[in-house]
């Protein structure tokens, strides 16, 4: 079965770093986009970052400059290292994988989310 298990969140101050990682199975990793995407408390979920199997980013422009998304295709995982976190930047982080079939029909997966908390 598909499995997407993030790890790497915790309890950061502000201004430090933290680096979230995500582990990819029973999916062909090479051909999806994966992405990070966050849920504050009460808020809808927001994009992060993405990355296509080609290597092209986009980032939320609230994270530019301070967040990079990466992948490594040998071991099917995905990375977001976090710089100059804010308190804003408190959610839990979500990975994504997404491709479109050849059907034209929107493929996706969910991990389970890691809590990342930004506080003094």
């Known amino acids: 079965q598909v499995q997407l298990v993030e790890s790497g969140g915790g309890l950061v101050q502000p201004g430090g770093s933290l680096r979230l990682s995500c582990a990819a199975s029973?999916?062909?990793?090479?051909?999806?986009?994966m992405g990070w995407y966050r849920q504050a408390p009460g808020k809808q979920r927001e994009l992060v970052a993405t990355?296509?199997?080609?290597?092209?980013?986009n980032y939320a422009d609230s994270v530019k400059g301070r967040f990079t998304i990466s992948r490594d295709s040998a071991k099917n995982a995905v990375y977001l290292q976090m710089n100059s976190l804010k308190p804003e930047g408190t959610a839990v982080y979500y990975c994504?994988?997404?491709?479109?079939?050849?059907?034209?029909?929107?493929?996706?997966?969910w991990g389970q989310g890691t809590q990342v908390t930004v506080s003094s």
């Open positions: 029973g999916i062909n990793f090479s051909i999806y986009t």
């Open positions: 990355i296509t199997s080609g290597g092209r980013t």
């Open positions: 994504n994988a997404r491709r479109i079939n050849i059907v034209g029909q929107t493929v996706e997966y």
